[in-house]
T-cell receptor, first 116, second 111 residues
Framework: EAGVAQSPRYKIIEKRQSVAFWCNPI?????LYWYQQILGQGPKLLIQ????????DSQLPKDRFSAERLKGVDSTLKIQPAKLEDSAVYLC??????????????FGPGTRLTVT | GDSVTQMEGPVTLSEEAFLTINCTYT??????LFWYVQYPGEGLQLLLK?????DKGSNKGFEATYRKETTSFHLEKGSVQVSDSAVYFC??????????FGAGTRLFVKA
């Protein structure tokens, strides 16, 4: 079974530029998550989709971050404009369902973003 | 709000030593508890979980018991190997959708 795919793996941009990350979840997984992991911290949930609907985006900085999940499969996370404090690893994860604790989340390898 | 606190690292051990990584939590209701592991250059992967009080999760020689009375979920392994070197994250999922992660504990195992 193929895992969660993410691209690019690394990205370096200057502040005020824009950037987009792509995620392809495991086939058949209804729930997709985007996390931000700042160096030395645990992952923080940015947004969670159930199919193509948003169920939690309470910690997404909506003035600069946006995400979409068209057709309930792939997802894109965008930052525009980027700030220095956005430097982090952006993790995508998926699970069969999101509402039950016993459904395991599977994580992709992440995209490491450096904003200079 | 819900939170997870785990011991700061790094933890450095010699091969075959006993490992304990402490984790305590604060949550409303009855959360499920997890340990995730992140090997160098890889994504997080679930190591073990427990969904109710007194449950013991185990995998690859690692164990953790859900202690409601002490709100703890400490990770243990009797004999660590060099290949166990990684970052370990304690996490909880209470009512609703969100999983809350601790800050992570880096483990180095020396040969």
């Amino acid at each position: 079974e193929a895992g969660v795919a993410q691209s690019p793996r690394y990205k370096i941009i200057e502040k005020r530029q824009s950037v987009a990350f792509w995620c392809n979840p495991i086939s058949g997984h209804a729930t997709l998550y985007w996390y931000q992991q700042i160096l030395g911290q645990g992952p923080k949930l940015l947004i969670q989709f159930q199919n193509n609907g948003v169920v939690d985006d309470s910690q997404l900085p909506k003035d600069r971050f946006s995400a979409e999940r068209l057709k309930g499969v792939d997802s894109t996370l965008k930052i525009q404009p980027a700030k220095l404090e956005d430097s982090a690893v952006y993790l995508c994860a998926s699970s069969l369902k999101g509402t039950e604790s016993f459904y395991e989340q599977y994580f992709g390898p992440g995209t490491r973003l450096t904003v200079t | 709000g819900d939170s997870v606190t785990q011991m700061e690292g790094p933890v450095t051990l010699s091969e075959e030593a006993f490992l304990t990584i402490n984790c305590t939590y604060t949550a409303t209701g009855y959360p499920s508890l997890f340990w995730y592991v992140q090997y160098p250059g890889e994504g997080l992967q679930l190591l073990l979980k427990a969904t109710k009080a007194d449950d013991k999760g185990s995998n690859k020689g690692f164990e953790a018991t859900y202690r409601k009375e002490t709100t703890s979920f400490h990770l243990e392994k009797g004999s660590v190997q060099v290949s166990d070197s990684a970052v370990y994250f304690c996490a909880l999922k209470a009512g609703g959708f969100k999983t809350i992660f601790g800050a992570g504990t880096r483990l180095f195992v020396k040969a």
